[in-house]
């Protein structure tokens, strides 16, 4: 059964300081990885999709790195800013969509 | 471009009574369509999917269930609610690279 944690489960940094949020699962057979973002009682909005054979993905100031042998992925957000305060969930495909907790970003302005 | 609508937003049910909640997809053919629900303090737990119109696989055995009349038609349905069937019920679809994309979610409260 795949199981994925996400480290820490909150993080509070102050406005411009870089974010790094990591992921990691127990099943290293998977089609891709998700990262998501979630603001409170809102769905989830998608960020980044790595699929198993890429390393990283970037879009603006996100980053994610994939390392699928070791079952680790990093999301990292460049000069964040007030508005990035929300929860971030990663997720692995592989027969099926298996979400971590979430890491909670509060970013003070 | 694809949009997902759910409703309601929010509904507030008692105990024993019966739910349905809708999903649709626009913009996109023969989608993947998906049911998770949020409980609190908790991660996204999957409940159902749907390849196709009529075809529907359950991931966890409870007293929901879900219905795909049309193919781009999600229905989440209980004919009693519980108390632990309180939560955000999430509808996705996804595509063939097994990307998904979420809609804005239902709060359920069973009083």
């Known amino acids: 059964k795949q199981e994925v944690t996400q480290i820490p489960a909150a993080l509070s940094v102050p406005e411009g300081e870089n974010l790094v949020l990591n992921c990691s699962f127990t099943?290293?057979?998977?089609?891709?990885l998700q990262w998501f973002r979630q603001d409170p009682g809102k769905g989830l909005t998608s960020l980044l999709l790595?699929?198993?054979?890429?390393r990283e993905q970037t879009s603006g100031r996100l980053n994610a790195s994939l390392d699928k042998s070791s079952g680790r992925s990093t999301l990292y957000i460049a000069a964040s800013q007030p508005g990035d305060s929300a929860t971030y969930l990663c997720?692995?495909?592989?027969?099926?969509?298996?979400f971590g907790a979430g890491t909670t970003v509060t970013v003070r302005a | 471009s694809q949009t997902i609508h759910q409703w309601p937003a929010t509904l507030v049910q008692p105990v024993g009574s019966p739910l349905s909640l809708e999903c649709t997809v626009e913009g996109t053919s023969n989608p993947n369509l998906y049911w998770y629900r949020q409980a609190a303090g908790r991660g996204l737990q999957l409940l159902f999917y749907?390849?196709?119109?009529?075809?529907i696989s359950s991931e966890v055995p409870q007293n929901l269930s879900a219905s795909r009349p049309q193919d781009r038609q999600f229905i989440l349905s209980s004919k009693k609610l519980l108390l632990s069937d309180s939560g955000f019920y999430l509808c996705a679809w996804g595509t063939g690279s097994y990307e998904q994309y979420f809609g804005p979610g239902t709060r359920l409260t069973v009083t």
């Open positions: 997720a692995v495909y592989d027969y099926k969509l298996s």
């Open positions: 099943d290293s057979a998977i089609y891709n």
């Open positions: 790595i699929q198993s054979s890429q």
């Open positions: 749907s390849v196709g119109i009529g075809q």
